[in-house]
């Protein structure tokens, strides 16, 4: 089922026109864009009654605002500081306020990934490493699946190792990519890397070449390993959410793809799972995943991930609290 607002938005940028519609789309990050672009593409049959409702809610939301008049681009800096913190807030204000640019790895991000594991491929891994921290981990995590082994895993083992970037050798690099971001020379270097940035993308890595990654780790430093491990967050980790999480994330993931990730699952978790739904709902839960055929290993993982996404995000948005790390490390 699309997401709500998603849809909301879709139908009025279709209705603003599109000079205005354009001016939206320069402010979206690429997966935002990309999302909504697909929930553009694929209305139909939308009612009168539709496009006046979101039109009518949307003026709503408009009319409450305080902000107009005022300066808004030192009311936005301030919002988006106080939100995203320095560092986020000053890449996004760098592209919302001064027009940014789509060059250098900041570009990397509206490639698909086989494209971008072709360009950057024969780099160092330490060149790899860095790019890849700048990237969205599930897009990080499909680069680093079309490398081979070696390149993998010692491209990981130097993500978890990566401290900072000092500033010059980050524009440096992306100079060789074509420009990234501006700056001036007193900027701090940036933290970036390091243990939690590698177990969110392995968390990605298909299981198979997950357990060659973490063995890597484990070569080069058995306690080093273990942080890594420790950061990660599996499926059965949901034991660990409270109730109210699950119901929460219950909300953002699909029927089918529940029931293909809970195929893989211990009774007691999918136990977790019905406890969270109504009666009637965990009993037509309990049923399609009786109905429901044989599944291969590999599609379960893949769901289970999807779903662990769509927790991350809710902890991200602090709607979610994860809890302990489980001994289990893989899905």
Known sequence: MEDDGVLKSAIL??????????????????????????????????????????????????????????????YIRKVLTNALGDEKAANLLDRILHGGDTSGIESLKWMDGPSVAELIKN?????????????????????????????????????????????????????????????????????????????????????????????????????????????????????DIDDHGIQLLLKEVQSESLIIALKGAQENLRNKIFKNMSQRAAEALREDLEAKGPVRVSEVEAEQKEILKALRQLADDGQVVLGGKGEDNYV
């Open 13 to 74: 940028l279709l209705s603003v026109g599109e000079d205005e519609a354009a001016q939206v789309f320069k402010l979206l990050s690429p997966k935002e864009a990309q999302k909504l672009g697909t929930a553009m593409a694929n209305l139909s049959n939308v009612s009168r009654d539709q496009i006046e409702s979101v039109l009518a809610e949307f003026r709503v939301l408009a009319e409450e605002k305080t902000a107009l008049g005022q300066d808004s681009d030192e």
């Open 123 to 239: 780099e160092h891994p330490q060149i790899i490493a860095t790019i890849l921290v700048h990237l969205e981990r599930d897009q990080a995590s499909e680069i680093l699946g079309l490398f081979a082994e070696r390149l993998r895993n010692d491209t990981l083992l130097r993500i978890a190792t990566l401290d900072s970037i000092q500033p010059d050798a980050l524009r440096e690099l992306n100079d060789v990519l074509t420009k990234l971001m501006s700056g001036s020379n007193n900027i701090r270097k940036a933290p970036m890397g390091g243990v939690r940035a590698a177990a969110e993308i392995l968390n990605f890595i298909p299981s198979a070449q997950e357990v060659s990654v973490i063995e890597n780790f484990k070569r080069y430093d058995p306690d080093f390993a273990q942080k890594i491990m420790d950061e990660m967050f599996v499926f059965d980790n949901l034991m």
